[in-house]
């Protein structure tokens, strides 16, 4: 890790991802799509086209005139996220005074841990006002948990990163005519992050004496430096002085989401919505733990006030739907997430000093899926579907904190009409994720003095249950 501004600076990086009640990015960078266990079941295939399924009241509000009754859903996904880390990496030195070290540290362990990511949502037709519809859902479109053993290789790029959102939609869509309808809807977003790192103390100090300079409460910090000059004064050395820094900031903003279907006839029906940016501006602390006595007076690793920009991305969504027969209906999503909305995290003290950036540098990726629907009977439903999701990362700026890659999604769901009024869907998820490879350099100009290298390998389950009621 570093010794100067990224020592504090990206701890608050991943505060620009959000889940809700703590959840594990389920689709590529750190988006969620699991709002809705039908969508799952056909791995995210014609979201916002979907017939009888109210959670469209956050993704495309205009097929909210799909639900012909008053509905509740309740839906509910666990993310099991299975992972490894593979690698190492070197502590940099200073020539003549210190030589490179080779870090220590075990692979973390499994980051993962099974995550439920609930969802609520209600549609309401509104009989007084022939082709009117209202919505409400609680849910949240991205999301992020990744926690690794202390002491393992990368402590110095992250430990934790624990963030949590709960966005709130309320949504309304007119039929226009039997062909056509809008739908508009308004999100409020609340956003909480709390994320960890250790700090190399040890390369802090000895860097400064490498530099010449004076370290705070001591006359002559080169004889607290280990090297073979100094055997008899072993005091600091790379990695022998380890502390943490824990960030936590919070925000809450608004944005908004349009949408339209067309039905041109019964068996054919297309989907076009668009969720905007999001801005947060993340206020919280910055607290440092375990800074060694000769630090103490060193404004850099001082507890305080901060905080740091977030912008979320846009998502635009073309779903569509076709009925071969009575039976059976196939489904296709392509959506474009515009992650180039995050390519730098900035840290800045409440007295407007710069504490360090992060480079992200994510460029806008694209996801596909192909899913269809079976009836075998009036009370019974078999989903399936096949999914490719690009992700907005690359092999120079990713980060252990979210090891994302390219991946493929297969799915399996199905529905259980117990009655009129109830029915009950449950689906499962498989989400294949190409190798991850972290090749974090030396960067000097953020102090990050030392070097990551590696790859990840991982894969993740999702079991969801759903329970939807008719009156």
Known sequence: MSNNRNLRASALALAVLGTLFVGQAAASGF???????????????GSGVAQRDAAVVSLNPAAMVNISQRTFQVDGTVIDLTAGFTGGGTALGAPGVLPNATLTGGNGGDPGDPTLVPNMSAVFPIASIDGLYLGASVGAPFGLKTDYAPGWVGRYRALTSEVKTVDLTLSAAYKVNDMFSIGVGLIYERAEATLSKS???????????????????????????????????????????????????????????????????????LGLSYRSRIHQKLQGTLDFNGVPAILGADPRFVDGPGGAKLVTPELITLSARYAFTDNFRMMLDIQHTGWNSLQDVTIVRNSGTVVGSEDFSWSGSTFVSLGGEYDFSDTFTLRFGVGSDETPTNDVTRTPRLPDNDRMVYALGASWHVSEN?????????????????????????????????????????????MQYRF
């Not at 988006?31 to 995210?44: F, Y």
């Not at 103390?201 to 100094?230: D, E, R, S």
């Open 199 to 269: 700090i190399d103390f040890g390369t802090a100090i000895c860097a400064q004496a490498a530099a010449g300079l004076p370290a705070p409460n001591t006359g002559n910090v080169m004889l607290t430096c280990f090297n073979p000059g100094w055997a008899l004064y072993p005091l600091y050395h790379p990695q022998s002085a380890d502390g943490s820094l824990t960030v936590k900031g919070s925000d809450t903003d608004f944005g908004f989401l349009v949408g339209l279907q067309i039905t041109p006839n019964e068996q054919f029906a």
């Open 31 to 45: 988006q969620l799509r699991e709002q809705s266990v039908k969508n799952l079941g056909r791995a995210g295939a």
């Open 422 to 466: 109830l029915s009950l869907d449950a689906a499962y998820q498989r989400i294949e994720i190409k190798t991850p490879k972290i090749a974090l350099p030396v960067d000097l100009p953020h102090s990050n003095t030392s070097t990551l290298y590696g790859s990840f390998g991982g894969h993740a389950n999702l079991f969801g249950l759903s």
